[in-house]
């Protein structure tokens, strides 16, 4: 669907120049010399002939079909130059001419004018303010970068121009090989969803990498990647924060999420990697790109040097993979074949004044052995090192096992021509063993993202129509937030167990309540205006007769009081004492990409203190209620220390789940927070005791 920019069958250079230095002299060029066989038009008002080919003062003269325009003319001039493609029939538009919506007011409404026209004669734009389109397998280049990177398997877009010529050039010296090359610039049409579903299905394209800084559609991003990220791993930068937005958070969910959060977990969710520079983005790129794929988490390291095979080994575990355990074979045709002072175990050390024959030795045992499902090559130059025997033997190895080696032969200026033979045998290599590891532990990831079995979202019976009910009644007050009495109806209506509680105006009622309830019972200051009632002293719980119940009730309305002169109090809220267990939160709080994102974490006053919390763009499918509970680092506590009992964690899922089918079902809940989540033991179920929510400015049906 973007054949029009990667395998166009013609290409108009609007603005083509004959003068050296012009940019529209580097794309003609670029054009020219990348070997493109299709037909190439020149359009410039003021030439009658460029480079030996005719050329065309307006695009509606050129003769044949025109697939793509290639715009570098100044900004002022698009307008009218895209209506004319229009009328002739262009199907796609590289813009790369600047100043538009990054320049300004001026620059947006511009913008806005190109794309009207754009639209309304159907023409795709890259662009504007981008670098253009480079495909090595058409081939085309149609950019003005400085070169043009050899064929390869990486399929790379970016939003920053600049940056995609620093990564050409790097990628020129490196050798790396590029299937498609797009700078995506403003993004006034095609953006990342776009060249991810182009990209899906192309044979050269075995990975798909990404430079951005913010997106339009997260949902939809989310859609697309979950279903690319089967076929090809995608690996991204994302880097600047989007506006979280200005509104006020009332909720613990609200101060602990955040942009960043919700990229975090969209990207975890739809399978995309994430990579925390560029430095990342192509040492994970390099291992997909060239390797097989790793079907499993045993690692085998093979190294010249204990340092480095130690730190290897500390990389490895810290990142949640395993040093595979070698099988007894193995371990003796180990033995048979190293020195007595080489360690045969994982990590197998040949010891320093190892040449490439122990290498080979050491290599064929682990790569052979089924326990090992990937290994990393360390290599250290020391005095007899045969730097280049190992890298051959390394490559020769490697390309007889379907499994992934990576190398990491370690300095610079000895060690080059062994890289250079590890490169040209698709062995990518890595300076450090950290570098080497985190490439694996990518792999690793994909792997388990494969594995990972087609989502099930399971549906609770709710009660929809009472919570729209309870909302109107509340927006008809004036107010966004719930109060008690509106919050408990939506839990209930929503199959949520909560405590006994009854909102008392006077002491006479709470006297009432309590004796009702049965004692003994927590007593809380009922006010919109306090958002955490413990930090005033406004919670007391374990309260065991009438008249303790006679003296708090003053005790905290005089503390409502004391801590907002003006506030709202509604009175005291008498609560059923529910059996003491872990406190869990889950919440939720709108991001304004992604949507709604829940939180997960251990609770209890002190959550924003101990930030012990996790993140998922809902809905979410049992498996990923379930990994939430396994993520926190509290994870051991409820799963029971000490001789305690495990907590009921079956009954967790659900509430999470119960939550994320209510805030996908109400999109009009902004916020929310069930803090604490009484958890008892398992089997014995959880309470939700304490919850608020807030709703959107405006109703939304
Ligand atoms: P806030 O979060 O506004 O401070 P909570 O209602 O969450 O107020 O109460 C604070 C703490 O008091 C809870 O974390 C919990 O430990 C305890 N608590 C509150 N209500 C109950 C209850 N009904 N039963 C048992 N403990 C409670
Ligand atoms: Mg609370």
């Given amino acids: 669907m973007l054949e029009m920019f990667l395998t166009p069958k013609s290409v108009a250079v609007i603005g083509a120049a004959r003068e050296p230095g012009k940019l529209g002299y580097g794309v003609i060029t670029n054009i020219l010399n990348c070997g493109y066989t299709g037909k190439v038009y020149p359009v410039n ?61 001026d620059g947006i409404k511009l913008e806005r004018q190109v794309m009207d026209l754009a639209r309304q ?13 480079i495909s090595t397998y058409t081939p085309l280049n149609a950019s003005f970068a400085a070169g043009m990177p050899p064929k390869g398997a990486i399929a790379f877009m970016s939003q920053s121009g600049a940056l995609c010529t620093a990564i050409l050039d790097w990628a020129l010296a490196k050798e790396i090989g590029f299937s498609h090359f797009v700078s995506l610039g403003n993004k006034a049409d095609v953006n990342e969803i776009d060249l991810l579903q182009g990209w899906e299905d192309d044979e050269h394209s075995r990975v798909v990498i990404v430079y951005m800084e913010g997106i339009g559609d997260g949902p939809k991003l989310m859609e697309v990647a979950r279903r690319v990220s089967q076929k090809k791993p995608i690996i991204a930068v994302k880097s600047g924060n989007t506006a979280a937005g200005s509104r006020a958070v009332s909720s613990h969910t609200g101060s602990l999420a955040g942009s960043e959060k919700a990229y975090e977990a969209a990207f975890n969710q739809a399978g995309i990697l994430r990579a925390s520079s560029i430095e990342q983005l192509f040492d994970y790129s390099l291992a997909f790109a060239y390797q097989p794929a790793l079907k499993g988490n045993n690692i085998a390291i ?57 290498y080979t030795h050491a290599l064929k045992g682990v790569l052979d052995d089924k326990n090992v499902d990937g290994v990393i090559v360390i290599l250290t130059p020391q005095v007899y090192t045969q730097i280049e025997a190992t890298a051959e033997v390394v490559a020769r190895l490697a390309a007889e096992h379907d499994k992934p080696v990576l190398g990491c032969f370690m300095g610079e200026l000895k060690v080059a021509p062994g890289i250079k033979i590890l490169n040209q045998h698709n062995i990518p290599n890595y300076s450090f063993p950290e570098r080497a590891v985190g490439a694996m532990r990518a792999m690793y990831q994909y792997c388990k993202r494969l594995q990972r079995p087609a989502p099930q979202y399971e549906r609770f019976e709710a009660d929809q129509e009472r919570v729209r009910q309870v909302f109107e009644r509340v927006r008809s007050e004036g107010r966004l937030s719930l109060g008690d009495a509106e919050s408990r109806e939506v839990m209930e209506a929503y199959g949520m167990h909560i405590p006994r509680s009854v909102l008392a105006k ?44 006679r003296d708090l009730f003053d005790l905290l309305i005089y503390r409502g009081r004391r801590y907002m002169e003006n506030a709202q109090i509604w009175g005291v809220q008498v609560q059923e004492m529910v059996p003491k267990g872990k406190e869990c939160i889950i919440g939720m709080n709108r991001d304004p990409q992604f949507g709604p994102l829940l939180m997960f974490g251990l609770g209890g006053i002190y959550v924003e203190v101990l930030k012990d919390v996790t993140f998922r763009v809902a809905p979410v499918s049992h498996q990923e209620a379930t990994e939430m509970i396994d993520e926190i680092r509290s994870y051991h506590l409820l799963r029971g220390v000490r001789g305690e009992k495990p907590s009921d964690l079956k009954a967790i899922a659900e ?27 398992a089997g014995k179920g959880v309470v939700a005791v304490d919850f608020r929510f807030v709703l959107s400015q405006q109703s939304i049906k």
């Fill in 655 to 681: 509430y999470i789940q119960r939550v994320s089918q209510l805030v996908t079902d109400l999109p009009e809940i902004v916020e929310m927070d069930i803090n604490p989540l009484m958890v008892n033991e």
């Fill in 302 to 358: 093979v190294t010249n040097a204990g340092g480095p095979g130690i730190m290897a080994t500390d990389a490895l575990e810290t990142g949640g993979m395993k040093l595979a355990t070698l099988q007894p074979e193995t371990v003796e045709f180990l033995r048979q074949g190293l020195p007595a002072a080489a360690n045969i175990y994982n990590p197998v050390d040949v010891i320093g004044d190892a040449l490439a024959d122990r």
């Fill in 45 to 105: 008002p003021k030439a009658d002939e460029i480079l030996g080919l005719p050329c065309y003062h307006s695009v509606v003269d050129i003769p044949g079909e025109v697939d793509l325009a290639v715009i570098v003319i100044p900004n002022k001039f698009v307008p009218q130059t895209m209506e004319e493609c229009g009328k002739k029939g262009v199907k796609g538009a590289v813009i790369i001419t600047a100043g538009f919506r990054e320049a300004g007011p």
């Fill in 506 to 549: 006077t002491v006479d009622e709470a006297v009432a309540a309590a004796d009702d309830i049965g004692y003994p019972v927590v007593m809380k200051i009922a006010s919109p205006d306090i958002l955490h009632k413990s930090d005033i002293g406004g919670v007391k719980v374990n309260v065991r007769d009438a008249e303790q119940v």
């Fill in 121 to 133: 004669y159907g023409v795709r734009v890259v662009g504007p303010n981008c670098l253009g389109v």
